[in-house]
């Protein structure tokens, strides 16, 4: 055996590692400078870009929720990333700055954004220097978000997605009427609704709205009923839903249904 072959390889091995670290490092270094340097405005613009472009990780780390991403795994990243999609398809290729204010350690940016229904209008877009840069956000959330840690998005997502299913019982509510108008005072069921354009077609899977929804009709098609559970209890939601003549209520029932389905469709009116 050749140890000195050998002793020569672990050498040149060890010398490619501290050149790599010490690549890392600079990498690293300019990278925090190149952020200290940035204006607010800048750091807006830059925010911007990193969400269009899908560089998700790379974009809240200019921002207050930086906290919240470092200490995410890769799959718990992956399960998060379907919201981040979400923030990035929202935002135009076209933002104009109108201006920026600085008052100490706090920055205001003023962003219009056309709207397709009217002229653009200036949003302003809050900033705090942290570690000698500027990032996106204000000092009280940053405190929350620092608390909550890689916590912060799932609680957020639940938190929409419980006001999203409000909304959507609220929406079947006025489906359910727009449509008994039409057809002799006679409600639908959810496929009807989704057919006719009352509703939207995700509702019929969990995927999108992280709920599975489902409505219940008198076999007279009189009166109806409709509930929602969250799709995985702790991650989607934490609270099942019921919409029935008492209105909307909801509770947590471990992912269970607040009132089981054979249940449900006794307790609307005969």
């Not at 925010?47 to 809240?60: I, Q």
Request: glycine residues 6%; hydrophobic residues 40%; negative net charge.
């Amino acid at each position: 055996m050749n140890y000195l072959r050998l002793n020569k390889t672990a050498c040149t091995l060890h010398i490619v590692a501290s050149l790599l670290l010490f690549i890392s490092c600079i990498s690293i270094e300019a990278r925090a400078q190149t952020n200290a340097a940035r204006t607010p405005t800048e750091t807006v613009r830059e925010f911007y870009r990193l969400m269009r472009e899908r560089h998700f990780r790379e974009a809240f780390a200019l921002t207050i929720y930086k906290p919240a991403i470092d200490g995410l795994s890769a799959e718990e990243f992956e399960e998060l990333r379907p919201d981040f999609e979400k923030m990035a398809a929202i935002i135009p290729e076209k933002i104009d700055i109108n201006g920026e204010q600085v008052s100490g350690d706090i920055a205001t940016v003023f962003v219009k954004i056309a709207d397709a229904d009217k002229a653009a209008e200036a949003e302003p877009i809050t900033l705090i220097r942290d570690g000698g840069a500027w990032i996106v956000g204000d000092s009280e959330n940053q405190q929350i978000v620092k608390k909550a840690g890689k916590r912060f998005f799932f609680e957020a997502r639940i938190e929409t997605h419980h006001s999203e299913v409000q909304a959507m019982l609220q929406r079947i509510s006025i489906a359910e009427l727009a449509y008994a108008t039409q057809h002799n005072n006679l409600f639908a069921d959810l496929p009807t609704l989704i057919k006719a354009g009352l509703v939207p077609k995700d509702i019929e899977t969990p995927e999108t709205t992280g709920y599975r929804f489902h409505l219940v009709l008198t076999k007279d098609a009189k009166h109806w009923a409709a509930a929602a559970e969250p799709m995985q209890y702790g991650r989607t939601g934490r609270l099942s839903f019921v919409l029935d003549q008492e209105g909307i209520r909801s509770g947590d029932k471990g992912g269970k249904p607040l009132i089981p389905t054979e249940e449900l469709i006794e307790v609307t009116p005969k």
